[in-house]
């Protein structure tokens, strides 16, 4: 700036008075005209920036972002943070919320848990005695090994971390459970996430495309995810593609923040989704959309099943000697059953056949698909809109525009997940999806973005360590418990009841706020804490669950632990991160508690780690394919390195789709069809749509020709559905209580949301309290009015501490009912119970 | 906008105070996400000191409902109400299934034409080689007027340092290569930045001419910006009728019905508007 700044000014005015005056200098410009010698105050803020120094570290709450923020720090202190952005593919640039730039509000929160704490008054009464680190480990020592005693090893129970939320950290509690031989719970399928429909028809955890595959649809429809809100990082990736023109469609019975940034929102009846998804399928087949080709090649369709047990037609069946595990097809150019050829273009899809048994008996025998092609009859688009309240017309028109679009994609949510039969939902959907040829393709697909699940290494050898001079895949194991049955208790249809249930006698709540944030909150503090003998608590902040447990230990924030790595389903890189502070106040890293823990009942020779760089570089030098050639050191380095995958933008099972290779289903295809006999007995063996267990007026869990005959006596009381939902200014319980963040929260406190409608029959006004209830619990809270809550249904957004809230809890109201089909097998949270804590119902009054 | 008119406004140095650069900014509304992401990155670099909380120089709200400050009737700025800036949030008007409501995020607008700058009696307030309008923090005395006089309620009256505050379009950071705060974190990707007095930045091709909106934002690399979509529709001003000429440029939201965009981007330079738009509140919080 060296041109004084009355020259500059006088020189310009000339230049504006040739182009004539776009505005009248009306009053005089004081300041303008004024020559500012001094303006020393700038520097000042200039200067704010002198002294910093940068560290990146990630920010790893089970939100699925894993964004990368750098760390500000000067003078030791963090001054604020910022998303680097330095991912190497700049469409994730910048990634990162408002949570992730306070976070070190929570670091320095007044809440932080400063040193080990023991109970001295009665359970939650907040009387507490602080003690040493020695005093508190060895009395947890005694105390773990007086209840082992007692009642056993594996009464002593992990709820165990979601572990891509920084795998060293998180991976440390499994190892701690599996070297001691402890029981373990479940997370994903508990807390709600699995979509169950994935494992059943495609024997995979779960599978989605990376967000930036949005970028390579012609038609999105989100389906019971509320993007904007709980996808925060990603969600421009729909904004930008619906710039360009791609359309998208929004599916859930609220006009959530992203009901408002898409091209249509469709508002269907609560937990009806799925019989939505099949009145689409109807449409797609009636209108002749169907990929017969994806049918007949990848999924169950051409596969034949017996009409007289609903059973897969065997080789064993119709030869001596025959292999029981092979499925059978129809051949027609051969006029025959034949084993079936995974890919084949020969096999018949539809059709009926009298196949002769081994034994010389004729059965009559359908494909997969002409089954499913007669189920559908049922899903009319007259009918399915009497269901779901969509409009017929409607259902004809999107499904045309969805088939007619290639490719398109569904990015379904936890909205369609929450419900008892959240499995057949997904399966309709996914049946959608197969229908128009979609999966398999990028910008195809139905993706379902939910929890820090995935941790794209393979951490058997960190989770489960070898044993040393045992055999070679000798392992420690601990002994899995799901929390489903820990919460809720267990049920006759558990899988191996005898073998697995038992009371728990300690909860390690290593995973997070348990106490604060399970369903069927009341059975959880009436019934079950009073049984367990300790509750131990490793915490940052003092949450409920540290509210509520007998001992607190101090952890360490992020931004004080050394180093860890974390990923998600989201996007697809690993990411080193780096704290860069001390740990504050008496603070330590999971995984020396651990060790010393495993010091005091003699095995920390097998747990082996008190440092996280060791257990980074075990997890990436036997993580396997997809992170091979990444090390620690490369990763200090490079700090974000793609893992080896094999399409970019990554998209789900694009080498099944091309014949390269099977699904891992027995049958090696897409199982539309399913014929365990739990599915058979419930009339499940195709994706139909079943009146939610609790939330429906008409007959529970029945299908729609028996349903609507029926009342729900229960809704008779309990006439409104009940929602505690993902809100953005929380990762569940995590930023609750960060001031900063509740304050842009509306009036900062739990607010119970209705529909207008709803609160002039109950004589409410927005901003009384009310009370929500049922028999299970209720939660008092003030009342806010919105057209969005559809009529029939009060939505809370969640997460609030026990001490934000006035009276009750947002969840004891929810009481999970489980499932038997998610009881067919146990893998921890691969196939378990899935929380349906949408399924209930509630009736609201003025308190 | 016409050419000529954007000639007229944007297209030469400022007549009245000479900065012959313009920083502006480019929102596409279709694109928040009503995530505060911007307000954070903001507040956490420039207002976390005493005296400042509840003061937020880059708000967000949803409207039609959401008002940061609320005023309730009054003209003086002791009277206005900075608390839950986001009160209302997420709360739509009309009946279903027609319901609309959008979010507008809200920096300064370092206007060509500013209503604060001539109000200050202590000559504080002026506008920089760069179009940034910036209060001197050693010379305000606090007589607030020009908290009065912004007609977008942009300046903060700090009760600590009995100063008034203000977006400051962060320009330590721009003399750092690196864009705003608000705009470089905006992880909805609706934001972009430059001089619309050049005629060949991105920004003023881009509100010049709407339909380049669905090419990826070409980075100005002198501020390391990442690239953006923005929507192919006419760009506009947030309540031009104010005549102040602001700096900040939105695309209107796509899902709202036409009369209501007029109410709040009614089009300045083609006739103003001179009703201003009234926001009533009838979902009323008691108590809070
Ligand atoms: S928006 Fe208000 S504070 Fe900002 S320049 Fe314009 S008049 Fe001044
Ligand atoms: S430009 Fe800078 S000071 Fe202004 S609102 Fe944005 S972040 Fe805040
Ligand atoms: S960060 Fe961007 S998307 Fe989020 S509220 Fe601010 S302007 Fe909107």
Known sequence: MTTSRREFIKGSLSVAAAA??????????????????????????????????????????????????????????????????????????????????????????????????????????????????????????????????????????????????????????????????????????????????????????????????????????????????????????????????????????????????????????????????????????????????????????????????????????????????????????????????????????????????????????????????????????????????????????????????????????????????????????????????????????????????????????????????????????????????????????????????????????????????????????????????????????????????????????????????????????????????????????????????????????????????????????????????????????????????????YASFTEEIEGKKKFKTASGRQELYKDENRFIEFGEQLPVHKEPHQATPYGPSKVWAEAKKERNPLYEKYPMVYHARHTRWSVHSSWRTTGEITKLDDIGQPLLELNPVDAAKRGIVAGDWATAYNPHGYVKAKVKLRESVPPGAVLIYFGWQREQIREGHWNALTHNDINPIHEIYFIPNVWGPVSGHFDQLCEVKKS | MSEALWQKYYGQPNPKYGNRVQWGMLLDINKCIGCHTCTMACKQTWTSDPGQEEMYWNSVSTQPFGKYPRKNGSKNPADWDYRFSNLYQDTPKGKFPKLWQFYLARPCNHCANPACLPACPTRSIYKNEDGIVLIDQNTCEGFQNCVKACPYDKIYYNAVTKKSNKCMFCFPLLEKGQEPQCVKSCVGKIRIFGNLMDPESTISKMIRDPSLGVKVYDPQTSLKATHRVINPVERRQYRPDFGTIPSVWYVPPKNVPQEEIEKYFGYAMGGLLDEPHKVEAPIKMKDI
């Open chain 1, 20 to 649: 004539g005056l776009p505005f009248a200098l009306g009053r005089p410009a004081f300041a303008a005209l004024v020559e500012r010698k001094d303006r020393s105050w700038e520097d000042g803020y200039r200067n704010l920036f002198q002294g910093e120094r940068v560290v990146r570290s990630i920010n790893m709450p089970n939100c699925t972002g894993s964004c990368a923020w750098n760390v500000i720090i000067k003078d030791g202190i963090v001054k604020r943070v910022e998303q680097p952005l330095d991912y190497p593919d700049d469409e994730y640039n910048p990634r990162g919320c408002m949570k992730g730039a306070t976070y070190h509000r929570r670091v320095y929160s007044p809440n932080r848990v400063k040193f080990p704490m023991k109970r001295v008054g009665p359970r939650g009464s907040g009387q507490w005695k602080r003690i040493s680190w020695d005093e508190a480990l060895d009395f947890i020592a005694s105390e773990i090994k007086r209840i082992a005693a007692k009642y056993g090893q594996n009464t002593i129970w992990i709820y165990p971390p979601v572990p891509a939320t920084g795998i060293a950290k998180q991976g440390a509690g499994f190892r701690f459970a599996s070297v001691n031989g402890f029981g373990i719970g479940t997370f994903y399928n508990w807390y709600g996430d699995l979509p169950l429909a994935h494992p059943i028809t495609w024997n995979v955890q779960t599978e989605e495309h990376e967000f930036k595959d949005v970028l390579n649809t012609k038609y999105a429809m989100i389906w019971g995810s509320d993007v904007a809100q709980t996808r925060m990082p990603d969600a421009h990736f729909f904004t930008d593609v619906r710039a360009k023109g791609v359309k998208l469609v929004y599916i859930a019975p609220y006009y959530d923040p992203t009901a408002s940034m898409v091209d249509e929102w469709v508002r269907v009846r609560p937990g009806t989704d799925g019989a939505l998804a099949l009145g689409f399928c109807h449409v797609v087949v009636k209108r002749g959309l169907t990929d017969e080709a994806h049918m007949r090649r990848t999924t169950s369709g051409p596969l034949l099943v017996r009409n007289d047990n609903g059973k897969y037609l065997k080789a064993a069946d119709v030869t001596e000697g025959g292999d029981a595990k092979a499925f059978m097809a129809y051949d027609p150019a051969m006029g025959k059953a034949v084993p079936d050829v995974y890919f084949s273009d020969k096999l018949a899809l539809t059709g009926t056949w009298d196949i002769t048994l081994k034994d010389g008996k004729k059965v009559s025998c359908s494909t997969a698909h002409t089954l499913l092609l007669k189920k559908l009859e049922d899903y009319d688009p007259k009918t399915v809109s009497e269901i779901t309240g969509v409009p017929a017309k409607d259902i004809e028109r999107i499904a045309v525009e969805y088939a007619s679009a290639k490719p398109a994609s569904i990015w379904a949510g936890t909205g369609i997940n929450h419900w008892y039969h959240g499995d057949l939902i997904g399966r309709a959907v996914i049946e959608l999806g197969c229908l128009t040829g979609n999966i398999g393709r990028q910008g195809g697909g139905v993706s379902p973005w939910a929890g820090q699940y995935l941790m794209r290494l393979n951490p058997t050898d960190y989770f489960f360590p070898k044993k040393e001079g045992g055999k070679p895949d000798e392992r420690y194991r601990a002994v899995p418990l799901d929390t489903a049955y820990v919460v809720n208790g267990p049920t006759d249809t558990m899988f191996n009841k005898a073998g697995l249930w038992r009371q728990i006698r300690c909860i390690w709540a290593a995973g997070g706020n348990l106490l604060g944030e399970a369903s069927d909150q009341s059975n959880l503090t009436r019934n079950v804490l009073p049984k367990v003998e300790l509750i131990v608590s490793p915490e940052i902040e003092m949450s409920t669950t540290a509210q509520l447990a007998d001992i607190v230990l101090p952890v360490v924030s992020w931004f004080e632990l050394p180093y860890d790595i974390a990923t998600t389903p989201a996007h697809p890189y690993i990411q080193l991160h780096e704290g860069g502070l001390e740990p504050m106040f008496e603070a330590k890293t999971d995984i020396w508690i651990y060790y010393e823990m495993c010091k005091r009942l003699g095995t920390a020779d097998r747990f082996k780690f008190n440092r996280p760089e060791q257990a980074i570089e075990l997890l990436l030098g036997t993580g396997g394919p997809q992170v091979k050639g990444i090390t620690l050191e490369r990763l200090k380095k490079e700090r974000c390195i793609r893992v080896n995958l094999p399409s970019s933008p």
